[in-house]
């Protein structure tokens, strides 16, 4: 059976953007693949050091966020970052393997570094720079084949191909080259109107947001700016609020678009309708996050117990790696 890993760092709650993106592949795949789901603390913590609290209180709601999305404790492992130190232990070994100048280029650090210039203010940390090198080691730690993420990812896994490409020629053949695998699920624009949703612009929806959020967020979200009056004629394709119509309401996104450019649907019950939808598809979602929150003991045996499994995974790889290493002593 092929390996899958992936997984999110708890930040925060997880998204739509997050759903669509990562997890409803997870959750398809985890019956064919042997599955782990990583709960990235230690990644975590590269852009939050000072906030140990919140990457803390994260934990057990990005957990109750893959069960919510479908992961089954009895398919996947569902493991934290900071329990598996073998993980850690790669990552400096793999530290010799990349320049710093490789990591300097990485797109989705360079990108990250431009939105947390206050954060790195006096500096750039050698942890934070060298995360994708954590993120490698993540990946490797589990000899995983395929990694569902979303395409911001993409050059996470390019970085991580090569570690395990310059692994294998240096000291022997150990590591898979792990692909990523981008999901069938629509890419979701944020409800702005941003091609991202993420949580730092506050353009998201989250998967336990309840339905009085949803209307609200809904209600204020970005359509077509030509359409002011109830009656012009609106442009749907280029409206977010259509985008989010053609996923969550494709039975009627059709019918909507005419209704829109003709003036007879206006904009508050375009909206009214789509966050029906929306609430309506999150119900069952937010049904298992509500089963699970309300039996944390049987949470934290899940994480345990995926956590203990994880690292049994992990000595594993590690005793093949000190082999090739020559550090068996
Ligand atoms: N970097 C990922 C994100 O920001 C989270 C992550 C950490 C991850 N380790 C991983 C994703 C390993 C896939 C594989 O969402």
Do not use: W
């Not at 006096?122 to 995360?131: E, H, K, N, P, S």
């Not at 490797?140 to 395990?164: C, N, S």
Request: aromatic content about 8%; overall charge positive; some cysteine.
């Amino acid at each position: 059976m092929a390996t899958i890993l992936t997984g999110d760092r708890p930040t925060g709650q997880l998204h739509l953007g997050h759903l669509f993106g990562s997890l409803l592949n997870r959750a398809k795949l985890q019956a064919e693949y042997d599955t782990y789901v990583i709960v990235a603390d230690v990644q975590a913590l590269t852009d939050n050091f000072h906030h140990p609290d919140k990457v803390r209180d994260n934990v057990y709601e990005v957990v109750l966020d893959n069960l919510a999305a479908g992961l089954n404790p009895q398919q996947a492992t569902i493991f934290i970052q900071s329990l598996v130190p073998e993980i850690a232990e790669l990552t400096v070994f793999f530290s010799n393997l990349v320049t710093l100048a490789r990591l300097e280029r990485n797109p989705t650090v360079k990108t990250e570094l431009e939105q947390k210039k206050d954060l790195f203010k006096g500096g750039v940390t050698y942890g934070f720079l060298g995360y994708p090198v954590s993120q490698a080691a993540d990946i490797l730690t589990f000899q995983a084949d395929l990694v569902p993420v979303g395409q911001d990812q993409e050059p996470m896994l390019e970085q991580t191909r090569e570690i395990a490409r310059k692994f294998n020629s240096i000291y022997g053949r150990i590591f898979p080259e792990p692909k990523a695998l981008l999901g069938d699920f629509p890419r979701l624009s944020g409800l702005d109107g941003n091609a991202k949703m993420s949580k730092s612009l506050g353009n998201a929806i989250y998967i336990a947001d309840e339905p009085a959020i949803i209307n609200k967020k809904i209600k204020i979200a970005k359509t077509d700016p030509q359409k002011i009056h109830k009656n012009d004629p609106g442009h749907p394709q280029i409206c977010p609020v259509y985008g989010y119509q053609q996923i969550f309401n494709a039975a009627e996104a059709k019918e909507i678009a005419k209704e829109c450019k003709s003036g007879r649907l206006g904009c508050v019950d375009c909206k009214r309708c789509l966050a029906d939808k929306v609430i309506a598809y999150l119900a069952p979602l937010q049904e298992r996050r509500r089963h699970y929150a309300e039996d944390m003991p049987k949470v934290r045996d899940i994480v345990r117990d995926g956590t203990a499994k994880a690292r049994q995974r992990a000595r594993q790889t590690m005793a093949e790696v000190r082999e090739k290493m020559k550090i068996d002593y």
